[in-house]
């Protein structure tokens, strides 16, 4: 499923926090523990700010319902989205054959896990009619129906592999640490996965197993025979390479390609952090690249260390304000959420929203 981003309009978050500011100060100077004739607030004032509360969160609940429209590309009756899919459009990727039936790709598996990826946000009931109700907007007979069989295997193997991963991890303590060193974690993994396995075989018709998961399997059949090679001391170095190049000519040819990329990708990271912790400088670095990637290559990664220098100074600026309105006791979460929002708004464009919300996350873990 192809997930992309949106992003509010900033001219609404702009008016929503001109509105916020005075609202705040109203209900402030209401909550004082003068009375409206001490402080000069008659009746009026008190109704005209309890209409101006109603008014904004009106406006709230129409921007909370515009955003899921937007998200799902249809009016939910079950309310808004979670915080987490705020900012996310999802592009409709179910197909039919000419007949009418549901063709079954990997973008069916990516719409369910988008939607359960709330699960700490919302009841899985909620959810489950979030994910039904989209499938009957955009799926007829006999197509809808041939989705929610899918659907309700899909969530028993859930259930099944979250039985599993209990069961699995009350094993592994019993794993001693000498045992795991003597390759018993090996062994354990291996059992893992083939249980596992068996699992999405039994729960999932074998057309939806296939291709929901061989590609997956077939990765992981690949890293655990690797991680046996590795763990082969028996093996010289010459050994273990060729083992591995073999292991690796069964993978698919993109994903050969893409291994390769990674690869040399890493090996730049491991040899310019030596170079910086032998006490070489930038210049060092260039001349590093150079030699690995080229002459133009070069003047790209300079340009990109720009790029990275300036984002780490924004990002730096932006937490910096974004800690001090999310600390500010006289805020409600509300109205810190709002601010925050419009932080954001102003000091990044809608692609580079993505990424904050991201380091968002992660700061708050």
């Given at each position: 499923m192809n997930v992309k981003t949106i992003i509010k309009n900033k001219n609404l978050l702009t008016l929503s926090m001109i509105a916020m500011t005075g609202v705040t100060a109203i209900v402030y100077f209401l909550s004082s523990t003068q009375t409206p004739s001490e402080v000069g607030i008659s009746h009026s004032d008190e109704y005209k700010a309890e209409a101006a509360l109603a008014s904004l969160q009106s406006d709230q609940n129409s921007n909370e319902h515009d955003q899921t429209t937007?998200?799902?590309?249809?009016?939910?009756?079950?309310?808004?989205?979670?915080?987490?899919?705020?900012?996310?459009?999802?592009?409709?990727?179910?197909?039919?054959?000419?007949?009418?039936?549901?063709?079954?790709?990997?973008?069916?598996?990516?719409?369910?896990?988008?939607?359960?990826?709330?699960?700490?946000?919302?009841?899985?009931?909620?959810?489950?009619?979030?994910?039904?109700?989209?499938?009957?907007?955009?799926?007829?007979?006999?197509?809808?129906?041939?989705?929610?069989?899918?659907?309700?295997?899909?969530?028993?193997?859930?259930?099944?592999?979250?039985?599993?991963?209990?069961?699995?991890?009350?094993?592994?303590?019993?794993?001693?640490?000498?045992?795991?060193?003597?390759?018993?974690?090996?062994?354990?993994?291996?059992?893992?996965?083939?249980?596992?396995?068996?699992?999405?075989?039994?729960?999932?018709?074998?057309?939806?197993?296939?291709?929901?998961?061989?590609?997956?399997?077939?990765?992981?059949?690949?890293?655990?025979?690797?991680?046996?090679?590795?763990?082969?001391?028996?093996?010289?170095?010459?050994?273990?390479?060729?083992?591995?190049?073999?292991?690796?000519?069964?993978?698919?040819?993109?994903?050969?390609?893409?291994?390769?990329?990674?690869?040399?990708?890493?090996?730049?990271?491991?040899?310019?952090?030596?170079?910086?912790?032998n006490g070489g400088d930038h210049q060092q670095v260039r001349e590093l690249r150079r030699e690995m990637f080229g002459d133009e290559a070069v003047q790209r990664f300079d340009e990109l260390d720009q790029k990275r220098a300036l984002w780490k100074t924004r990002i730096n600026d932006y937490l910096t304000q974004r800690t001090q309105i999310l600390s500010n006791q006289g805020l409600a979460k509300d109205e810190q959420g709002a601010q925050v929002d419009a932080l954001r708004s102003t000091m990044f464009d809608e692609q580079e929203q993505i990424r904050v919300r991201s380091l968002e996350r992660k700061v708050e873990v």
């Open positions: 937007r998200v799902l590309g249809f009016e939910s009756k079950f309310g808004g989205l979670p915080d987490s899919l705020r900012g996310t459009v999802l592009v409709n990727a179910l197909q039919v054959d000419e007949n009418g039936h549901l063709i079954i790709t990997s973008n069916i598996k990516d719409l369910f896990d988008y939607f359960l990826s709330t699960i700490t946000e919302e009841e899985l009931d909620l959810i489950l009619l979030r994910v039904d109700e989209y499938l009957n907007y955009y799926l007829q007979e006999p197509a809808l129906s041939e989705s929610q069989a899918i659907l309700a295997q899909y969530i028993e193997l859930k259930s099944a592999l979250m039985a599993l991963e209990k069961d699995m991890e009350g094993d592994f303590k019993q794993i001693s640490s000498q045992d795991k060193l003597d390759g018993a974690y090996l062994d354990f993994l291996r059992k893992q996965l083939n249980q596992r396995n068996a699992l999405r075989e039994q729960y999932l018709d074998t057309a939806v197993y296939e291709v929901f998961y061989a590609e997956e399997e077939r990765y992981d059949d690949y890293t655990y025979s690797r991680l046996l090679v590795s763990s082969d001391t028996s093996l010289s170095e010459d050994e273990r390479l060729q083992k591995i190049t073999e292991l690796q000519s069964s993978l698919p040819e993109d994903v050969v390609q893409s291994m390769r990329k990674t690869q040399i990708t890493d090996e730049l990271k491991d040899r310019t952090a030596q170079v910086l912790e």
